[in-house]
């Protein structure tokens, strides 16, 4: 275990103006306050926070981080609050601690190994500052460090298999590439330590056999480039047993040679150098088709930059070839934080990489720069989203703003459909409820439960919001086919005949409909009437029925279930049944009129003409605006419907009541009459008048206009 005094020394090595003090007292008060626990090892707890600080020093980060590390066991295993570390620390430390502890609650919530990869996601998007996770990721190392001393083999498994899964991952999302490549490795000797030994041995057989073949080779390289006048460092290593296994696992080959397995590295000092060496070595050696790769021109994911070549290099040796500047070589091998030192100008030296730490802890912190900072807009592509857990314990990544309706959805279709209800963390909360990282939600659901149209007005996601639609679609479908079998049964009925399944079906083709219940809904909705149906089904009947004047109205009078589809008896489509349905007063539409609908919460639908001045209040309401339209329905075609004139008439005798002669002898009736304003020579008044549809009122107009008596006439709007 790192001792006080080293653990200083070991900091302020890199960091001359640490808190030396601050670093002694937490040093201090961690060793008193997991005072006698113990690890598996037998080792006393506070060994275990004392090593992660010390790991963390090897990557020079600055005091912050040191601190956490040796905290971040004392909220989580002792009885210490975040407040004491606050007081005794700082608020910094504190919150940073305190992220620490919140990813290893969540940790417990999830053993599920197929959630991995939202898991990884999570951690990204809850590390809103990036040392929380580099503290968590050097924890985790020392745990598995010490993995052997765990008893149970089941718990080392799964321990081992959760750092494949989601350690791993993260170490080299964030480019730290030192602490991936050893997670990789502990985590191997746990799961198949028998492939593991089974390749140590052969290594270890193929180097004794080739001797110093790995500095031959170098050597060579090193010439190769001097003699093209390069200034270049070249280095080579054994791949980790975990790269050779996967490279076997991949190709299905095992390696018979040590130069199968080795890795060479040149490092130049800028990228016109880089591509310099790449052209040496292609023009003395033969190329491996297929193995080169430039990510110098396209980087990875991760920011990782180098080309990748291989050849069949000196001694008919076949080897890859990395070869990358300076820059790009801390960057593979530390991550984001060497992308920091360089551009200080000051490579690979001591004292000063914590600083790229430090720049960009300030632009996470402040969010300035973000296109200069891969790794920010990295975390940043998790911030659009939400994690939130089923009661069983899995993960379901859901878009920011989502509701417990979403969540439904996305866990099963049917939860969706039949929720009632939700709680979230234990307390229940409204469907609106806007779900949070790590939130546990519990979603209530009844079988009487049917998807609402309000749902649609909060759901974000796709899927929720298609299933609502869906729905309601299908919910007035079947509406219209009960009033259209209804329709047609009773027209067949009326001449004598049956309207039989089979008999519908044989004209389905005519009006290419794919089913008797389409026809139905056609018939329903008005697209078909009663009559073109039972033409088609006996086209014999033509002759008689044209002979009849009038089709018979009034024996196809709305059913009861029929009303809701209709404003005061008037058919529009694009309703939603179930919902009220009134005109507007401000404009009065009229059938022939285009028409928008305008939903009131707990009010229903307001149908406006299209260019009513009261939509303007709704323009950036989107949401709630329906389009609609009149239905061309026979039902209902002789309704009258109320239009509101705007008028100014002489105030003169006989004035009105020429006024009144006009509208009755163009088929108006009055309904209501109001003064609005009342001068010695005019009147001004609003006329209510019963009218068949928009242009009845549009003939009684032009009929005014040509009154002696009248002096404007106007359609009233808004
Ligand atoms: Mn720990």
């Known amino acids: 275990m790192l001792r006080q005094l080293e653990l200083v020394e070991r900091v302020k090595s890199y960091d001359p103006d640490v808190d030396e003090d601050a670093l002694n007292r937490a040093y201090v008060f961690v060793t008193n306050a997991h005072g006698h626990q113990r690890r598996a090892s037998g080792d006393p707890y506070y060994s275990h926070p004392i090593e992660v600080a010390g790991i963390l020093t090897e990557l020079k980060l600055d005091e912050a981080t040191i601190l956490t590390a040796l905290l971040h066991d ?35 919530k999830s053993e599920r190994s197929k959630q991995a990869e939202n898991f990884r996601k999570l951690f990204m998007a809850m590390s809103q500052d990036i040392r929380v996770l580099l503290v968590k990721l050097a924890d985790r190392l020392h745990n598995m460090r010490t993995l052997r001393f765990i008893s149970s083999e089941e718990k080392r498994r799964r321990i081992a298999k959760e750092t494949m899964e989601i350690y791993v991952p993260l170490a080299e999302r964030i480019g730290l590439h030192r602490f991936k490549e050893e997670l990789e490795d502990l985590s191997f000797k746990e799961l198949n330590p028998d492939a593991r030994d089974s390749i140590l041995t052969r290594l270890g057989f193929l180097k004794e056999k080739g001797e110093d073949l790995t500095q031959r080779i170098i050597d060579r390289l090193n010439r190769d480039m001097a003699e093209a006048g390069l200034e270049a460092w070249v280095s080579g290593r ?201 939130d546990q939600v519990e979603v209530m659901n009844s079988r009487a439960q049917t998807p609402s149209p309000d749902w649609e007005k909060f ?49 389905l083709g005519k009006f290419r409909l794919d089913g008797v219940d389409d026809l139905y809904a056609e018939v329903g909705s008005g697209n078909l009437t009663g009559r073109e149906v039972m033409l088609a089904v006996f086209p014999g009947l033509k002759e008689e029925i044209r002979k009849q004047k009038t089709e018979p109205l009034e024996k196809l009078k709305p059913k009861p279930q029929a009303k809701h589809h209709r404003a005061n008896g ?23 009129d285009r028409i928008v609908g ?71 009736n009055i309904s209501n009459l109001k003064f609005t304003n009342r001068k010695p020579d005019f009147f001004e008044m609003l006329v209510d008048v019963e009218v068949r549809d928009a242009k009845h009122l549009v003939d009684i107009i032009a009929a005014l206009r040509a009154t002696p008596a009248v002096s404007t006439v106007e359609r009233q709007r808004g």
């Open 598 to 668: 305008i939903v009131n919460t707990g009010k229903g639908v307001t149908v406006h003409t299209i260019d009513c001045e009261t939509l303007e209040a709704f323009q950036d309401m989107p949401e709630r605006w329906i389009d609609l339209s009149w239905s061309d329905d026979p039902e209902g075609a002789s309704d009258m419907q109320m239009g509101r004139l705007h008028l100014v008439v002489a105030n003169e005798p006989g004035g009105l009541g020429n006024l009144s002669t006009v509208i009755g002898k163009h088929g108006g």
């Open 238 to 438: 054994i791949k980790t047993p975990f790269s050779i296994w996967g490279k076997m696992q991949k190709r299905n080959v095992a390696f018979e040679q040590l130069s199968d397995i080795m890795a060479f590295r040149i490092v130049v000092k800028s990228v016109p150098d880089a591509y310099q060496a790449l052209g040496i070595l292609h023009s003395r050696y033969p190329v491996v088709p297929g193995r080169f790769k430039d990510y110098i021109s396209t980087p990875k994911p991760n920011g990782y930059k180098s080309l990748h070549t291989g050849l069949i290099g000196p001694e008919q040796h076949r080897i890859e070839v990395q070869i990358r500047t300076r820059e790009m070589h801390e960057f593979a091998e530390l991550g984001v934080a060497a992308h920091w030192s360089y551009k200080e100008g000051v490579p690979n030296t001591d004292g000063r990489q914590y600083r790229w730490v430090r720049e960009l802890l300030d632009i996470l912190d402040h969010a300035s720069d973000p296109e200069e900072f891969l790794e920010h807009t990295k975390l940043e592509m998790f911030q659009d989203q939400v994690f939130c857990f089923t009661p069983r314990g899995e993960i379901i990544a859901l878009p920011r703003g989502a509701c417990p309706v979403d969540f439904a959805y996305a866990v099963h279709s049917d939860l969706g459909d039949t929720c009632v209800g939700a709680k979230v963390n234990g307390r229940v909360v409204p469907l609106r409820y806007q779900l949070q990282n790590g």
């Open 459 to 507: 759901c974000v996601t796709g899927k929720a919001r298609a299933r609502i639609r869906r729905f309601i679609r299908q919910k007035k479908k079947s509406e219209y086919m009960e009033l259209g079998r209804e329709v047609l049964h009773r027209k067949f009925k009326e001449e004598g005949l049956e309207a039989t399944e089979k008999g519908l079906a044989g004209v």
């Open 74 to 108: 004392i909220v989580e295993d002792t009885d210490t609050p975040v407040s004491k570390i606050e007081e005794l620390f700082g608020g910094h430390v504190a919150r940073l601690v305190d992220g620490v502890t919140k990813l290893s609650q969540l940790e417990l």
């Open 570 to 592: 008037i058919p529009i489509d694009g309703l939603i049944p179930g919902m009220a349905v009134h005109y507007a007063q401000c404009c009065h539409p009229l059938r022939g």
